[in-house]
């Protein structure tokens, strides 16, 4: 019953919020209200702006809400503190010698161990599939390392914005954060989808003459710009 009232709140915040669009608004809570956006919440923003990742059971608690009360006070690791940073390092350092890397050591332990290992839903069973894994992640490093960050896909790297307008990522794209770190790039690309809601107010009062969500983008645009 639950998922189900969240569902409906998701789908008509944005019925809800066009008829009332103040920020007193609770469907502004809600993760449906980022559908009054459509895509524009995607931003381009300098990775090193970046610099931490909510934690997953913090992450899990934002699921469903847009606008949230203390996004600054969620527990967060450093990027740099992340097994995914580390396995990029040595992605860095080892090129397509997996067998170097602490990724490809842990997958050979599990395999001699007689546990084969659970990545990306999928059980590897064998040297080959450890390096057919490991080479999805070369790829990545060697394609960003060589254009840039061009991503195409649907799973986009999540942000928040906290009160004063700081980045921090909520979920996906890790490696691939993790990589511009580690390669100095100067920009990747992500979609915002939770705002702390005193971001959300000071946004408002400094573009008082536009409606709320005008406000909010223009305040979200303009924090990934600085």
Not at 5 to 14: C, G
Not at 169 to 183: D, E, M, N, S, Y
């Amino acid at each position: 019953m639950g998922d189900l009232l969240e569902d409906l709140r998701r789908r008509m915040a944005p019925v809800s919020l066009r008829l009332w669009p103040g920020l007193g608004n609770p469907a502004w809570n809600s993760a449906g209200a980022r559908h009054l956006f459509g895509g524009r919440l995607q931003i381009a923003i300098d990775p090193g702006r970046v610099l931490r990742k909510v934690t997953s059971e913090a992450a899990g608690r934002l699921r469903g809400a847009f606008l949230v009360s203390g996004l600054d006070a969620l527990p967060t690791t450093p990027v740099s503190a992340l097994y995914t940073y580390r396995d990029m390092e040595d992605i860095a350092r080892y090129g397509a010698d997996w067998r170097s890397t602490r990724l490809g050591q842990w997958l050979m332990a599990c395999l001699a161990a007689g546990r084969p290992p659970l990545v990306r839903g999928a059980l590897v069973t064998n040297e080959a599939e450890i390096e057919a894994y490991y080479r999805g992640y070369l790829t990545m490093f060697e394609s960003m390392r060589d254009r840039g960050y061009r991503y195409d896909g649907t799973d986009h790297m999540c942000f928040g914005v906290g009160a004063g307008g700081d980045f921090v990522l909520v979920r996906r794209g890790t490696h691939r954060l993790a990589a511009a770190h580690i390669l100095g790039l100067k920009q990747v690309n992500g979609i915002v989808t939770k705002i702390d809601r005193r971001f959300a107010e000071a946004a408002r009062t400094k573009a008082a003459n536009l409606s709320v969500p005008e406000a909010i983008l223009r305040g979200v645009q303009d924090a990934a710009a600085a």
